[in-house]
């Protein structure tokens, strides 16, 4: 949030503004899914709680890769556009946009699936998901406590 003519605005604020102008404003709605307000956020008159505003963000851009990791991570999953995405399947579309994506690998580690995770067209397993995890964040505590802790360590790429 902020000061603007001096009025003071939340950081929910701000993004319920910025929707107000720009109902289709993607990022808007994603980052209005991080804001905690009991009755939820405002836009139109209309309250959205988080996991609907994740949902409107990919409805608007479904390339915001940070926005079905979310999705994935908090939600377990959800609906966008009429298909229902379970966990698994929001992580691995969010390393289809951006396979660099540190925290999707890392949670996409902990989905079950007996022929393995498929990110570009390649099925990897658990323990190879918290690797490249570390490969793409070795600051990722959480990725290295799991490969510790479920995988008895094991080796990281160029680490």
Not at 17 to 23: F, S, T
Not at 59 to 78: K, T, V, Y
Not at 114 to 120: C, D, L, M, S
Request: proline residues 5%.
């Amino acid at each position: 949030g902020g000061e603007v003519g001096g009025i003071t605005y939340s950081e929910m604020e701000c993004f319920e503004r910025a929707l107000e102008i720009d109902p289709g404003h993607a990022d808007a709605w994603f980052w209005l899914s991080g804001c905690f307000h009991p009755t939820g956020a405002k836009v139109g008159g209309v309250a959205y709680g988080p996991k609907e505003c994740v949902q409107r963000a990919l409805e608007m851009d479904p390339g915001l890769a940070g926005a079905w990791s979310n999705l994935g991570r908090r939600f377990n999953g959800g609906e966008v556009g009429g298909i229902t995405y379970s966990e698994m399947e929001c992580f691995e579309r969010a390393l289809e946009i951006d396979p660099g994506h540190a925290d999707a690998w890392f949670w996409l580690s902990g989905c079950f699936h007996p022929t393995g995770a498929k990110v570009g067209g390649v099925a990897y397993g658990p323990k190879e998901c918290v690797q490249r995890a570390l490969e793409m964040d070795p600051g990722l505590a959480g990725a290295w406590s799991n490969l510790g802790r479920r995988f008895n360590g094991g080796e990281v790429g160029g680490i």
